[in-house]
């Protein structure tokens, strides 16, 4: 694919085909995200790559204590909830992917039925766990560099047929990630992906999210008009 095609075709893909994802394709996709720009060459992240028995563990413990009431344990930090225009984007994109569904606003298993597909990561074949050294923690510039790698690496993927979706809900209880995943001591979770062939039946898979213009996003300090 042609990079603009990657960057205006890729979307968010939150239904899956059971087929496995080779591994030699993975490790293509992850040594090309992994030449994403990083403060000073440091490369503060790592991947933990989980598929089968071990990911339906991890999918099974976080639907499991999170029904239960237990409290996220997320270990990057997590804001409040949003506001103003950025709760109105949150909402705008979940009225997409409901109409898309034909989940009505007051359809409450259809929509508890969507965030359980969300803590059991779409039921994607592959997921993809992001972490960084403890040892950068507190450092604003190690998540800055590993937001940048999973966006290489969703476009990486997409250019290569496979589809993604960055998302928390999958790995919110995470004694239960470190130990089906074998996290090390040393790194922090900060973000999962899911990964693998989208869907082309499942309708949230057609849904492009909106985007703020240029105008709206951009000062432009020194220009000729």
């Not at 999973?150 to 960055?166: E, Y």
Request: proline residues 5%; aromatic residues 8%; negative net charge.
């Amino acid at each position: 694919m042609d990079f603009d095609d990657v960057i205006l075709g890729r979307r968010s893909i939150r239904g899956y085909k059971p087929d496995p994802v080779p591994r030699a394709l993975i490790e293509e996709i992850i040594g090309l995200a992994m030449r994403a720009p990083s403060s000073m060459n440091v490369q503060p992240w790592n991947f933990y790559i989980i598929t089968g028995e071990p990911l339906d563990r991890i999918r099974a413990g976080n639907t499991e204590r999170n029904m239960a009431g237990v409290p996220h344990s997320r270990e990057f930090r997590v804001g409040g909830a949003f506001e103003g225009k950025h709760r109105d984007r949150q909402v705008g994109v979940a009225k997409q992917l409901f109409g898309a569904m034909g989940i009505a606003r007051d359809d409450k298993e259809g929509r508890h039925d969507w965030v359980l597909r969300g803590f059991r990561q779409f039921d994607a074949p592959v997921c993809v766990i992001v972490t960084f050294d403890k040892a950068l923690e507190g450092s604003d510039d190690a998540p800055f560099d590993c937001g940048a790698v999973a966006t290489a690496l969703v476009n990486a993927a997409w250019s290569r047929g496979l589809g993604a979706v960055i998302n928390s809900q999958g790995i919110m209880q995470s004694p239960v990630v470190r130990e089906h995943a074998g996290i090390a001591d040393d790194q922090v979770i900060m973000k999962s992906i899911a990964l693998g062939w989208p869907d082309e039946t499942f309708p949230a898979n057609a849904v492009v999210s909106e985007r703020k213009s240029v105008k709206e996003a951009t000062v432009f300090v020194g220009f000729d008009e």
